[in-house]
């Protein structure tokens, strides 16, 4: 059995062959059917296909306008893609606390870390399961403060009716190998704001127009460009493998909501097992099936005696010594970073699997 899975729809091999035979693999007609796919299926808004969610989240910090000594509050529970983007931008990483119950930035503790230099807040939705949007929004609002979700567990994923990817000004999705849905490498940024998207999708390519800049004579295109772009583009090949595995995507998702609701159904009422919270304002997208263990390293070793693969995914970031280390009074995270694991759950999993991993929990660690 295996932890993640990672699919690759017939469509995809078919339009990737294509893509080949033509030749054309950099970023061209592909990419921009990806994209408008994205939000037509997913309701996601003005999608910037990159090359990954770290080179998303980086873009949005740029757009953003944020320059070093500003401040982004963040949680410590994620990926260290996330810390890291801030710090590409030369800023500084606040880590605020978590709520216990979801593993999600807690909205009282970003007010507690606001301060002058805050300019941004940067959430993380934990396996799949959003934050409080509401809430962080109207904080933002009052605190004329920049929010970026990092929705890269959370692709399909809704909030009070409303697609992840349509909430926030910004939002970035990872399409990584085994995530929901893979690029091979990729992941796209969603602007609200008509502005925010067009220099996005400038600054994906060094800063240059595609579509504003055409060659001279001389053959190479015309263009002044008066600040840092990037190369954050998706290319083709990518982008045919996404098209293929969109197909299957309501279909996959569906599978893996119904097991996570089947999980939380049978391992409701087992002793030193507590679930994380689902509210029933929004949907779960499920990339994750985390719950909260007493004896937790007993939990693995049963488990893995029994063939199932158990993992964290990710600790807390703030240890990292690019961070500065622990930071102090984190008093949830401390709590979920001792307690969480996560079983699997992927649309690879035969209902023996679920079975099997519901009956070896049951019977104890
Ligand atoms: C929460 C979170 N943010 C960002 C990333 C980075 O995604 P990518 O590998 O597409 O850059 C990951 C990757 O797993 C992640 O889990």
Redesign the pocket.
Known sequence: MEFHNTHISSLSIKLVKEVLESTWVSEGKMVKSFEGKLSEQLGVVNPVATN??????HLALVVAGIKPEDEVILSAQ??I??GL?IKMQGAKTVFADIEYETGNISPKSIREKITEKTKAIMV?H?SGYPCDMEEINNIAQEHKLVVIE?A??ALGAKYKGKAIGAVSRFT?F???A??HLTTG???ALCCIDKDDYELARELRWFGISRENSSPSILGERQYDIKEIGYKYHLNDVGAAIGIGNLSDFPVRLRKMQEIGKTYREELKNVSGLQLLELKNDREHAYWLFTMLVENRLNFITKLKECNIPTSV??QRIDRNSVFGGITEGLINQEKFDEKQIAIPIHDGLTQEDVNHIIKTIKSGW
């Open positions: 990954s969610c770290t080179s998303a989240l994620t990926f893609a996330s983007a993380v934990w990092d890269a567990h970035a990872s399409f990584q085994i995530k490498d990729g992941g995914v990710h």
